[in-house]
T-cell receptor, first 115, second 113 residues
Framework: DADVTQTPRNRITKTGKRIMLECSQT?????MYWYRQDPGLGLRLIYY???????NKGEISDGYSVSRQAQAKFSLSLESAIPNQTALYFC??????????????FGPGTRLTVL | AQSVTQLGSHVSVSEGALVLLRCNYS??????LFWYVQYPNQGLQLLLK??????LVKGINGFEAEFKKSETSFHLTKPSAHMSNAAEYFC???????????FGTGTKLQVIP
């Protein structure tokens, strides 16, 4: 089945370490997104990419960077992790085009803990 | 800019009772509206969406939602709750297919046997 996968699923790291979270999709979608989920705050958009050469900051991009290596791959990096970046991170994809309405498909999430 | 408000971070219902999860949106143009469900340790999956046309939208697992422009609401309902419906539900709003979607803060549904 066409899918959105995230690696790793769980990660514990220490303050100051560099971390990369990876997302791959076999849906053939051109748009990809990174969100973080915190209890009571819902999903907040970190970065999004409407195609390989188009990357945009979301509402909480400070402390994060991304790389769109190919249409199917979108990685999120924490250059120097800090404890308040402890959260559940989701990758999502969507397909552009008329009448697509930006319906998004989510990966299973990565639980990141920064000690 | 658009925004979405979900009233009630936690809702408890008895098995077999009506489920009503509330969502109000703010938008300067006709919005696209979505409800997503998140089961424990999983990603979000789409329950239903409103784009244009019929204001009563039916989704998976017996859920439906009605777009009420005058009330700027898109409440999610299900006539009879089942234990398997226990999850977190997110309302989301988008303006055009070229812009990002904004998610609400979520409502956790507890179903009591």
């Amino acid at each position: 089945d066409a899918d959105v996968t995230q690696t790793p699923r769980n990660r514990i790291t220490k303050t100051g370490k560099r971390i990369m979270l990876e997302c791959s999709q076999t849906k053939g979608h051109d748009r990809m997104y990174w969100y973080r989920q915190d209890p009571g705050l819902g999903l907040r958009l970190i970065y999004y990419s409407f195609d390989v050469k188009d990357i945009n900051k979301g509402e909480i991009s400070d402390g994060y960077s991304v790389s769109r290596q190919a249409q199917a791959k979108f990685s999120l990096s924490l250059e120097s992790a800090i404890p308040n970046q402890t959260a559940l991170y989701f990758c999502a994809t969507s397909l552009s085009g008329q009448k697509r309405y930006n319906e998004q498909f989510f990966g299973p999430g990565t639980r990141l803990t920064v000690l | 800019a658009q925004s979405v408000t979900q009233l009630g971070s936690h809702v408890s219902v008895s098995e077999g009772a009506l489920v009503l999860l509330r969502c109000n949106y703010s938008s300067s143009v006709p919005p696209y509206l979505f409800w997503y469900v998140q089961y424990p340790n999983q990603g979000l999956q789409l329950l239903l969406k409103y784009t244009t046309g019929a204001t009563l939208v039916k989704g998976i697992n017996g859920f439906e939602a009605e777009f009420k422009k005058s009330e700027t609401s898109f409440h999610l309902t299900k006539p009879s709750a089942h234990m398997s419906n226990a999850a977190e539900y997110f309302c989301a709003v988008g303006l055009t297919s070229y812009q990002k979607v904004t998610f609400g803060t979520g409502t956790k549904l507890q179903v009591i046997p």
